[in-house]
């Protein structure tokens, strides 16, 4: 059973901080990975998306990957408190892409 | 901008009743999804279907879902008779191209069952 692990939180941060969210992953052989962000009642809504050990920067969101440990990871800098929202970690687990979802984490930025 | 369309938005049924949420995918898109969410909890896969058949789906999807693509724009999720636990939100997504797995699902706004 392939699987994704987050922690729930919620996870606090000021306004203009760095928030960092985690996840891990069970499928070793798993190879692209995607981090959406779902506010309450709404759809997930894809922020970025990582296939390679390594770091990717897109504006203020750094996904990092790291296949030896298992592990992404979503940096979001200067927050705000727009950035409010449950981030969803998803690996695609089947040969048509489908997507296994970890719980998500909550972040609430404070004004 | 193309978007994934879901109607309708909320739909309350009685157990045992049986019920279709409809979904529109974007117009180039040939890879269609189902998930679901309980509320609070993850996200759920249930089926994939490309070029008029299901491709994957998971251990939820039982008997009692199917999936068609009755026309060219419409994919719909029949459940035959709906269980209290059946009650979620139901989101349907479309890809270009699933079969890389590196092709980004694009979400409907989901349809919210409510089973009575």
């Known amino acids: 059973q392939k699987e994704v692990e987050q922690n729930s939180g919620p996870l606090s941060v000021p306004e203009g901080a760095i928030a960092s969210l985690n996840c891990t992953y069970s499928d070793r052989g798993s190879q692209s990975f995607f981090w959406y962000r779902q506010y309450s009642g709404k759809s997930p809504e894809l922020i970025m998306f990582?296939?390679?050990?390594g770091d990717k920067e897109d504006g203020r969101f750094t996904a990092q990957l790291n296949k030896a440990s298992q592990y992404v990871s979503l940096l979001i800098r200067d927050s705000q408190p727009s950035d409010s929202a449950t981030y969803l970690c998803a690996v695609a687990g089947g040969s048509q892409g489908n997507l296994i979802f970890g719980k998500g984490t909550k972040l609430s930025v404070k004004p | 901008e193309p978007e994934v369309t879901q109607t309708p938005s909320h739909q309350v049924t009685q157990m045992g009743q049986e019920v279709i949420l409809r979904c529109v995918p974007i117009s180039n898109h040939l890879y269609f999804y189902w998930y679901r969410q309980i509320l609070g909890q993850k996200v759920e896969f249930l089926v994939s279907f490309y070029n008029n058949e299901i491709s994957e789906k998971s251990e939820i999807f039982d008997d009692q879902f199917s999936v068609e693509r009755p026309d060219g724009s419409n994919f719909t999720l029949k459940i035959r008779s709906t269980k209290l636990e059946d009650s979620a939100m139901y989101f349907c997504?479309?890809?270009?191209?699933?079969?890389?797995?590196?092709?980004?699902?694009?979400f409907g706004p989901g349809t919210r069952l409510t089973v009575l």
């Open positions: 990582i296939y390679s050990n």
């Open positions: 997504a479309s890809s270009e191209a699933g079969d890389s797995s590196f092709d980004e699902q694009f």
